[in-house]
């Protein structure tokens, strides 16, 4: 790693998020434990990744930092306090989900009219924070999408309002369960870059849930690995690149380093496929 | 979607129709011609076989009947829109709430949908002789008849869409800090009028069915009444005309809550404009 192009900085601002020995349950207690004696900390304006295999418990914990799971044991501290949803947190799910009857300004304004710090202000004056959605609409290119409807675009294009409604609210938190993750490869490039730049714009500090392992080393300070369920983390790795990160550093060999040690590290902990018994058995 | 704005001040220039009501109307074309081709071929049959009015009478000699016992039929007719109307807004008001009871809560569901399936496989005409019991002749029976049988579909239709919410949406507005009247406000309920409205169209015209079994059962006056009597003296024509008013006042009611759905979740049909 010492033959990365620049090393970034190291981040010593305070914890945002601190999980101590936390256990999550589903189903209250003797339900399914989907993660056990998880330990993350997360400092304030840092942007982590967690990978790891299919419902490992990744979601989970993101419910939990949001507010909308309790643990099922340890301790959770956001900002230092319990995690509650008090609408400092910005979400963007791997469905977009925005609402059909709404335009895609409307979408965007959504968090406002409900998030407790922002809707007394936007309720008086609704001006300052259009202009803000127009602004940032406009920058991710979508200026001239502002009065269509969701269904009139793609799905690249109604996960970059996913995005700008995720952040508009400027949210301390921001929690990303795979959002491209449905894309076509050319379209999730282009959005990792709008992602880096909403956040070296806004600072948050940010949780970004993937499968993709390029994804994850590309956009996040630090990436963790989770296991099977009931997920635990095993490992992390700090990627040191400077930002912003372009595409080309994704062909570098130091880039390529990061991958491939990741790749071992998730690659360890699936049950293996033996292709030699799968072709007999098949045929 | 289009607004009609008007500007103040400027008097409206007059002219023809401008292209786009124009363009509005061209959906209305082809139901026009097919209800017209229905009462042509109907005209036709009776004219080229020569069928004998007490069987089957032209629709023109239907509607000329309607005519020609005008305040009488015009009475009845006002007293079966007024029981069907009363008891559709019962059906709306109560199949709303217990809609959404059914819909929102998992043990309301489970607990009530089993007793809701009894309720509406029971025939509703069959009921009325023991609301006439209940209530005397006259309007009641027809009210909760039309009440009865309009009901149902709501209840299902209300429950089903806010039980098909989503969990996504919710999830998020929960996790920006919302109420849980926010969330209903500003995700379910907006989601469910699609087929709330689904279900007023299907209604309102079961509503008509329900008061019409009533009248014929037992009543004395509104549409069902005014065919029983026409019937029995042998002016079938005043029969039918009955038939095409009820069908007449159905197909506008139902196109009346077409317009308001239209306007109000045209979204949910997004798939079928052009």
């Known amino acids: ?283 | 979607m289009s607004l009609e704005t008007g500007t103040p001040g400027v008097a409206p220039v007059p002219r023809a129709l401008p292209p786009a009501t124009l363009a509005r109307l061209r959906p209305l074309v082809p139901p026009t011609l097919a209800i017209l081709a229905f009462f042509a071929v109907w005209e036709l049959a009776c004219q080229l076989f020569s069928i004998p009015p007490f069987i089957l009478p032209t629709p023109s000699a239907s509607v000329a009947s309607i005519f020609q016992f005008a305040p009488a039929v015009a009475g009845h007719a006002g007293q079966t829109l007024t029981t069907t109307l009363i008891g559709f807004a019962l059906s709306v008001v109560l199949g709303v709430a217990l809609g959404a009871l059914v819909g929102l809560n998992r043990t309301a569901y489970q607990a009530l949908y089993p007793l809701l399936i009894g309720f509406n496989a029971v025939p509703k005409a069959a009921l009325v002789p023991v609301l006439v019991i209940w209530f005397g002749v006259g309007p009641v029976p027809a009210v909760l008849t039309a009440f009865l049988i309009s009901f149902f579909p709501v209840v299902v239709n209300v429950a089903t869409g806010l039980a098909t919410v989503e969990p996504e949406p919710r999830e998020l507005l929960r996790a920006l800090g919302a109420s849980p009247w926010e969330v209903f406000s500003k995700v379910s309920l907006p989601r469910a009028l699609p087929y709330f409205f689904a279900s007023l169209k299907v209604a309102v015209t079961l509503a008509f069915v329900g008061s019409i079994i009533s009248e014929l059962a037992a009543s004395n006056k509104g549409i069902g009444v005014m065919m029983n009597q026409a019937a029995s003296s042998f002016q079938v024509p005043l029969v039918f005309g009955g038939v095409l008013l009820v069908s007449a006042m159905g197909v506008l009611l139902y196109a009346v809550f077409a317009l308001i759905e239209s306007r109000l979740t045209g979204w949910a049909y997004r798939g079928n404009q052009g």
């Open chain 1, 1 to 283: 790693m010492s033959a990365a192009p620049t090393t970034a900085a190291p981040n010593t601002e305070p914890l945002a998020i601190d999980l101590r020995g936390v256990h999550m349950r589903y189903g209250g207690p003797g339900g399914t434990l989907a993660a056990q004696d998880v330990n993350l900390t997360v400092r304030t304006g840092e942007f982590v990744a967690i990978v790891g295999p299919s419902g490992c418990g990744k979601s989970t914990l993101l419910r939990l930092v949001a507010g909308l799971m309790p643990a099922a044991s340890g301790t959770a501290l956001i900002s230092g306090a319990p995690p509650k949803a008090t609408g400092n947190t910005g979400i963007a799910f791997q469905n977009p989900s925005l609402l059909l009857w709404r335009t895609v300004l409307q979408n965007v304004l959504l968090p406002l009219e409900v998030s407790p710090k922002h809707k007394a202000a936007y309720r008086r004056d609704r001006a300052p924070y259009v202009a803000r959605a127009r602004r940032l609409l406009s920058a991710v290119g979508l200026g001239d999408f502002v009065d269509r409807h969701p269904w009139e675009l793609s799905g690249g294009m109604q996960q970059r309002v996913n995005l700008v409604r995720s952040l508009i609210h400027a949210p301390d938190f921001l929690l990303l369960d795979e959002p491209f993750s449905a894309l076509d490869a050319f379209t999730r490039e282009e959005l990792w870059l709008a992602l880096q730049a909403l956040w070296m714009g806004a600072r948050p500090t940010v949780i970004l849930v993937t499968h993709d392992l390029r994804e994850a080393a590309l956009l996040a300070d630090t990436v963790y690995v989770m296991s099977a369920r009931p997920g635990t983390f095993t490992a992390q790795h700090e990627v040191p690149f400077a930002r912003p990160r372009a595409l080309n550093l994704t062909f570098t060999p130091e880039f390529t380093d990061v991958i491939h040690d990741l790749r071992a590290r998730v690659g360890g902990l699936r049950s293996p496929i033996r292709a030699e018994e799968l072709m007999e058995a098949v045929s």
